[in-house]
């Protein structure tokens, strides 16, 4: 994977570069193709996936424009987290360009809901974005209930967000297995729960690292959006899935 300036209103952009000819897929909701437990994007039958940690460490660190060349269907995943991606873009650095970002300011509460999962957009700071975040994994020990509020205006993704990592409960990598989904994985490289809270392997970065890893996620698929979202975004329990029906909400309300 290789990231590549992009002249000023030209958005996020994914490029197969495996394929002849290249196909160009823009990080747009437009493209999203469902998959299970990721978000991917689709031009065609060309198609990239998980690319929600890609889309989570470019938007984090306050990237408008950009090229992602690629020559697998399939990000690189690494241990989990978006840190490999921020870190590249530490090091090459940012250009401040000279048209003004577009904002999307929530005009209006809106609510998406999938049993007992629940994300809102609603109205907040008119210059940046607020996640408050309720992970609730109360049938095992080792995660329990976590909330956290992560202010774009003050806090720091780079440290805060982008190194955490993925997590699965056992049963859930066993399934995920089972399914040929992250099979060149090792319980080294993500985060896997036993039934009594215990970890597979490793330890936890920090205490919370579950519920700042949904942020992570979260702020992956609102990218989506194509435009920096100012506000408040409250989410329970919320998946990909359901990070993509808010944002085709936000969608409709632009229309």
């Given at each position: 994977?290789?990231?590549?300036?992009?002249?000023?209103?030209?958005?996020?952009?994914?490029?197969?570069?495996?394929?002849?000819?290249?196909?160009?897929?823009?990080?747009?909701?437009?493209?999203?193709?469902?998959?299970?437990?990721?978000?991917?994007?689709?031009?065609?039958?060309?198609?990239?996936?998980?690319?929600?940690?890609?889309?989570?460490?470019?938007?984090?660190?306050?990237?408008?424009?950009?090229?992602?060349?690629?020559?697998?269907?399939?990000?690189?995943?690494?241990?989990?987290?978006?840190?490999?991606?921020?870190?590249?873009?530490?090091?090459?650095?940012?250009?401040?360009?000279?048209?003004?970002?577009?904002?999307?300011?929530?005009?209006?509460?809106?609510?998406?809901?999938?049993?007992?999962?629940?994300?809102?957009?609603?109205?907040?700071?008119?210059?940046?974005?607020?996640?408050?975040?309720?992970?609730?994994?109360?049938?095992?020990?080792?995660?329990?209930?976590?909330?956290l509020r992560f202010d774009f205006g003050?806090?720091?993704?780079?440290?805060?967000?982008?190194?955490?990592?993925?997590?699965?409960?056992?049963?859930?990598?066993?399934?995920?297995?089972?399914?040929?989904?992250?099979?060149?994985?090792?319980?080294?490289?993500?985060?896997?729960?036993?039934?009594?809270?215990?970890?597979?392997?490793?330890?936890?970065?920090?205490?919370?690292?579950?519920?700042?890893?949904?942020?992570?996620?979260?702020?992956?698929?609102?990218?989506?959006?194509?435009?920096?979202?100012?506000?408040?975004?409250?989410?329970?329990?919320?998946?990909?899935?359901?990070?993509?029906?808010l944002v085709r909400a936000l969608v409709?309300?632009?229309?």
């Amino acid at each position: 994977m290789r990231f590549l300036p992009a002249p000023p209103d030209s958005g996020i952009a994914f490029v197969r570069t495996d394929v002849d000819p290249p196909v160009r897929i823009p990080a747009d909701i437009s493209q999203a193709t469902p998959m299970e437990r990721r978000t991917a994007l689709g031009q065609g039958d060309v198609t990239v996936e998980t690319v929600e940690h890609v889309l989570s460490a470019v938007w984090g660190m306050g990237i408008d424009n950009l090229t992602i060349e690629t020559d697998s269907p399939e990000a690189p995943n690494t241990d989990g987290s978006a840190k490999i991606f921020s870190d590249a873009i530490t090091r090459a650095g940012i250009e401040q360009q000279e048209p003004q970002t577009l904002l999307y300011a929530i005009p209006e509460p809106m609510v998406v809901t999938s049993g007992e999962s629940m994300l809102a957009a609603l109205r907040g700071p008119d210059d940046r974005l607020e996640i408050l975040y309720d992970l609730d994994y109360s049938d095992n020990p080792g995660i329990g209930r976590q909330a956290l509020r992560f202010d774009f205006g003050t806090d720091d993704y780079a440290t805060e967000i982008a190194p955490t990592r993925t997590f699965l409960l056992q049963a859930e990598a066993e399934y995920m297995r089972s399914i040929g989904a992250g099979s060149h994985l090792s319980e080294e490289d993500i985060v896997v729960f036993k039934p009594n809270g215990e970890l597979m392997a490793g330890n936890l970065l920090m205490p919370d690292e579950p519920v700042r890893h949904k942020i992570c996620d979260l702020i992956g698929d609102l990218s989506l959006l194509g435009r920096r979202i100012t506000g408040r975004i409250v989410a329970s329990r919320s998946g990909h899935e359901l990070n993509r029906q808010l944002v085709r909400a936000l969608v409709d309300k632009l229309a």
